[in-house]
């Protein structure tokens, strides 16, 4: 079984890095782009895919050794959203100071010795303040590393390259429910460095993988036209509103999903911790099928088929209570946290051109994404607390995000998106 776990980790890895393998690739993007695309996966995984989510399956265990009290887990736990919007807004004044490739380099060794530090309980304090740093190295690798890759890739394969990429959120996602359980069985300091030790080897392994200087000479087969003015594009705010909806919407399941099948079913600790793999597994699924369909559809319509595949599963969470279709719609659900970055993403190349402008916007769009997600994060669990513990209202409010976020795609037209630019961006 263990043999099983560590092929398919090394099946993901070797699709991060022959994703763009193809013949058509090679051609138009540098020898070293799998490399490139090797060093995002990594970041992703270790900065988000298990900082953030090594810690849910890490809670009970937490309380049960008496490290801390379960409502200092909460509380740490929400540091690490906090940080992560911190990151967000400080990654590109990090990358001015220290290049980008720097920064990206040092938020891998700050989420390493956050594992390190967070093996030893020596105060609440000190746990915030590194749960809240390897929040703050998740936002920023987030913003900086599409930056740092993309534009060595072909534009008409950024959607499945950005998935390749993002594919770490999703091993880690199914690394937290499968490695820390068997980490845990030596006790939760050796979970700690064990976590650590996976940091420090990717970081090793790809500290001179990451791009040096820029991608001018990649060209472009999309056939796009060319970059308009600077303005205010309709399209791109349009994003901002609804990847914060987005944010909202997968709250629900990402903090309450164990919870819900262990104690609001009353399936178990056991059941709860089965379908936390089966979330992993759909993550690990989400970036390249969602980067495969921004790619042939087109990164709108993508959109689209995600959100009303998304609000069909999240409403069979809030409805249903037999256990295999509410299986079914959690791998269906656990598509979406990582899923949808390379399909953002692909929506911002099909709208702005310029990279320098791409970067400002990708970064605005993270900012979005981090604010709702911290503010839906405190308003779930003061409704969740207030409702006395109704799991299925917490669904139904993310149906409604959802929903929400659907319809604005549904009201305004190509042909409005199209009439976009006024000064003022």
């Known amino acids: 079984m263990h043999g099983s776990r560590t092929d398919r980790l090394r099946f993901y890895g070797a699709y991060a890095m022959t994703t763009l393998s193809s013949p058509t690739v090679h051609a138009a993007s540098p020898p070293r782009t799998p490399w490139y695309i090797f060093a995002g996966f990594a970041a992703s995984l270790v900065s988000i895919g298990l900082a953030r989510f090594a810690y849910t399956p890490l809670l009970p265990a937490l309380i049960d050794t008496g490290w801390f009290s379960a409502s200092n887990v909460v509380f740490l736990a929400a540091a690490n959203l906090a940080g992560y919007l911190l990151g967000a807004l400080a990654g590109h004044p990090m990358a001015r100071r220290l290049s980008s490739v720097g920064a990206l380099r040092l938020m891998m060794v700050i989420v390493t010795l956050a594992f390190v530090a967070c093996a030893w309980p020596l105060s609440v304090s ?217 399909l953002a993403l692909a929506r911002l190349h099909e709208r702005i051109h310029a990279h320098h402008r791409h970067g400002q916007a990708w970064s605005r769009a993270t900012i979005s994404f981090a604010t709702c997600q911290a503010i839906a994060g405190y308003a779930y669990s003061a409704v969740f607390a207030a409702s006395g513990g109704a799991h299925r209202l917490m669904f139904g409010i993310a149906v409604g995000c959802l929903l929400l976020a659907l319809g604005s795609e549904l009201v305004f037209s190509e042909a409005w998106v199209a009439r976009s630019r006024k000064p003022g961006l």
């Open 126 to 342: 000190w746990y915030f303040a590194w749960r809240l740093a390897s929040g703050v190295a998740g936002g920023a690798i987030m913003v900086l590393a599409p930056g740092a890759i993309l534009p060595h890739v072909p534009r008409d394969r950024r959607g499945i390259a950005s998935g390749a990429i993002f594919l770490g959120i999703g091993v880690g996602i199914a690394g937290s429910g499968t490695i820390v359980p068997l980490l845990l069985q030596s006790g939760l300091r050796t979970t700690w460095l064990g976590l650590a030790l996976i940091a420090a080897v990717l970081t090793a392994t790809t500290w001179s993988a990451w791009p040096r200087g820029h991608a001018a000479s990649v060209p472009d087969h999309g056939g796009q036209q060319a970059e308009p003015a600077a303005g205010l594009d309709r399209g791109v705010v349009l994003l901002y509103a609804q990847y914060g909806l987005m944010a909202m919407a997968l709250v629900p399941t990402m903090v309450f999903l164990v919870d819900f099948v262990a104690r609001g079913l009353g399936a178990g600790a056991h059941a709860g911790a089965l379908f936390w793999v089966v979330y992993g597994g759909g993550a690990i699924m989400g970036p390249p099928v969602y980067g495969w369909l921004a790619d042939h559809l087109g990164a709108r319509r993508a959109l689209r088929v995600a959100l009303i595949a998304q609000a069909i599963a999240v409403a069979v969470m809030a409805y249903a209570s037999n256990l295999i279709g509410l299986a079914m719609a959690t791998a269906v659900i656990g598509t979406f946290p990582p899923g949808i970055v390379p």
